[in-house]
């Protein structure tokens, strides 16, 4: 299995018998091209990657939008892709300036 992911929102799974004679990785990487072609690739932000103080993880960059609950608009920010052992999202927030 071969998976791809542009920003963390797609991702591309090729799954063959191995011995198909099939490339998993010409496969991705022609449905990665594709993907990107179509949909376009968010960009983070150019400074350096912020970690969480919870889970010592990579935070991901989250674009801005409109939320589905409230139906307001919200500025882009970076978020812990961990959750916390009672299941809610990780509340750990990037210093200012991260």
């Not at 490339?23 to 179509?38: H, N, P, S, T």
């Not at 932000?45 to 919200?74: A, F, L």
């Not at 970076?78 to 509340?91: H, I, K, L």
Request: hydrophobic share 30%; net charge negative; proline share 6%.
């Amino acid at each position: 299995m071969v998976n791809l992911k542009l920003d963390g929102n797609h991702e591309i799974s090729v799954i063959t018998d191995e011995n198909d004679g099939i490339d998993q990785f010409e496969i991705a990487e022609k449905l990665f091209l594709e993907v990107k072609k179509r949909f376009g690739v968010k960009e983070t932000p150019s400074e350096q990657t912020p970690t969480c103080g919870i889970h010592h993880v990579s935070m991901v960059w989250k674009e801005g939008g409109v939320s589905k609950t409230t139906g307001r608009p919200y500025p882009s920010f970076w978020a812990c892709p961990e959750r916390m052992a009672n299941g809610s999202y990780c509340n750990f927030r990037a210093p200012q300036g991260s």
